[in-house]
């Protein structure tokens, strides 16, 4: 496998492989990044298998940086429906079109960054739905099964934490240990499917270097931004990566 990468490859899951710590960093819409870049490479199912391991290296890097900020009463919320997300999705991926689903998930991403746009300026606006048992639970399905079938799963989980009004440090440490659960979950369930070998481990030990620079860049940004702003920018780079998950761009 190795020997088939061209250098214009290389190049582009180098930048992938740094999108991958920008995103664990606080900006997880920025992950459609690494996730189209690796499929471009490799296709977009075996694509899952080479970036697996390398989000929960880019997993671990954030939990030395941020995890310590974590709000452990949202992980308990999300971890139970999102876990079952998983298994959804584990048991659909032979059989579910996926440019359907990734069309209703990237709608349904769309439609709640809307949502919380207006309630930027407007607080008061749905703002008992977050707080509500049933949108853990199926933001939590939903991300479940978007990260299964995609690795996608960063703009559902930071639309959740932008609507419970998590502080910018707060989002980016419990983001950070909600992951790297579900991912080392993920694990033997892709190792079942074929998804991960020798070459894609391989492949990812080369790349792994530029995770951490990623991350410092993203660390670098997120302090330099006030709470509003990062909320925004948060806001905008989850609606890009809805509409790429589309297919409108």
Not at 37 to 50: E, I, Q, R
Not at 59 to 79: K, M, Q, S, T
Request: aromatic share 12%; charged share 10%; proline share 5%.
């Amino acid at each position: 496998m190795l020997t088939l990468i061209t250098p214009l490859q290389w190049a582009c899951l180098v930048l992938g492989a740094a999108g991958i710590g920008f995103s664990k960093a606080g900006f997880p819409g920025v992950s459609m990044l690494h996730v189209v870049l690796f499929a471009f490479v490799f296709g977009a199912m075996p694509s899952t298998g080479v970036l697996l391991p390398m989000l929960v290296v880019g997993d671990c890097c954030a939990i030395h940086f941020f995890g310590r900020e974590a709000n452990w009463r949202h992980v308990r919320r999300l971890l139970p429906p999102t876990i079952g997300g998983i298994l959804i999705g584990w048991m659909m991926m032979d059989r579910l079109d996926s440019d359907q689903f990734k069309w209703i998930v990237g709608g349904i991403i769309l439609s709640l960054c809307v949502v919380q746009f207006v309630r930027t300026y407007r607080p008061d606006w749905f703002g008992h739905v977050p707080h509500q048992t049933w949108f853990a639970v199926v933001l939590g399905l939903l991300a479940g099964v978007t990260t299964m079938l995609a690795n996608a799963a960063g703009p559902v989980v930071a639309l959740y934490m932008l609507a419970v009004a998590l502080p910018k440090w707060e989002l980016i440490g419990t983001s950070a240990w909600l992951f790297l659960v579900l991912n080392v979950l993920k694990l033997p369930l892709s190792f079942n499917l074929g998804l991960i070998t020798g070459s894609t481990l391989l492949i990812g030990a080369i790349l792994v270097p530029a995770i951490p620079l990623g991350m410092l860049a993203g660390r670098w940004l997120v302090g330099r931004v006030s709470q509003k702003w990062f909320n925004l920018i948060l806001l905008g780079f989850t609606a890009i990566a809805a509409i790429r998950l589309i297919g409108w761009i």
